[in-house]
């Protein structure tokens, strides 16, 4: 089946420590997404990108980074110079190449918590 | 740049009872996402809506566009129990593939 799939489902991490998110999708879609989102609190945009091998910041992206070596993969990495990470990340897609998806997908999220 | 703005933020509904949930953005937008959280989970897509007159339904819950207005709404009827979730809009612009969320509306409906 298609979709996105994202891993793990629950991590932690020491303080001091990067650590990286999964998101992988076989939708054939163009662009792919990062969001977060705090208890109680919207989606904000860390990180998207429209093709392989370019992405653009979104409203949050201090103390993240990705890559986008192929179509199907976008992983985060939350690094040590994020201050506050203990949050829910939510990775999406959207539109493929021909234009003729329309709907942005999402994943089942990762819960991130600093021990 | 595309900004969204939903009202109201929380929506307490007795069941039976109908209300629309408000999507208001900035700037042209090539296409407007409607979108289900439940509690701990991730984001269900409901509608897509492309163009200006567009109106969906799907049971209880109705979506439409005015891209004059720059307006999407949510309507919904006959309120139950099991709609009890919070409800996003996206807007997502064409140019560079950003896709943009509202703050989310809590509803919460009540027997």
């Known amino acids: 089946d298609g979709g996105i799939t994202q891993s793990p489902k629950y991590l932690f991490r020491k303080e001091g420590q990067n650590v990286t998110l999964s998101c992988e999708q076989n939708?054939?879609?163009?662009?792919m997404y990062w969001y977060r989102q705090d208890p109680g609190q919207g989606l904000r945009l860390i990180y998207y990108?429209?093709?392989?091998?370019?992405?653009q910041k979104g409203d949050i992206a201090e103390g993240y980074s990705v890559s986008r070596e192929k179509k199907e993969s976008f992983p985060l990495t939350v690094t040590s110079a994020q201050k506050n990470p203990t949050a829910f990340y939510l990775c999406?897609?959207?539109?493929?190449?021909?234009?003729?998806?329309?709907?942005?997908?999402f994943g089942q999220g990762t819960r991130l918590t600093v021990v | 740049e595309l900004k969204v703005e939903q009202n109201p933020l929380f929506l307490s509904m007795q069941e039976g009872k109908n209300y629309t949930i408000y999507c208001n953005y900035s700037?042209?937008?090539?296409?407007l996402y409607w979108y289900r959280q439940d509690p701990g989970k991730s984001l269900e897509s409901l509608f897509v809506?492309?163009?200006?007159?567009a109106v969906k339904q799907e049971g209880r819950l109705m979506a439409s566009l005015d891209t004059k207005a720059r307006l999407s709404t949510l309507h919904i009827t006959a309120a139950v129990h099991d709609l009890s979730a919070t409800y996003f809009c996206?807007?997502?612009?064409?140019?560079?593939?950003?896709?943009?969320f509202g703050k989310g509306t809590l509803l919460t409906v009540n027997p």
């Open positions: 809506l492309l163009s200006n007159g």
């Open positions: 939708l054939n879609h163009d662009a």
């Open positions: 996206a807007g997502l612009q064409g140019s560079n593939y950003k896709l943009t």
């Open positions: 999406a897609s959207s539109i493929d190449g021909a234009g003729l998806n329309t709907e942005a997908f």
């Open positions: 990108s429209q093709i392989v091998n370019d992405f």
């Open positions: 700037t042209t937008s090539d296409r």
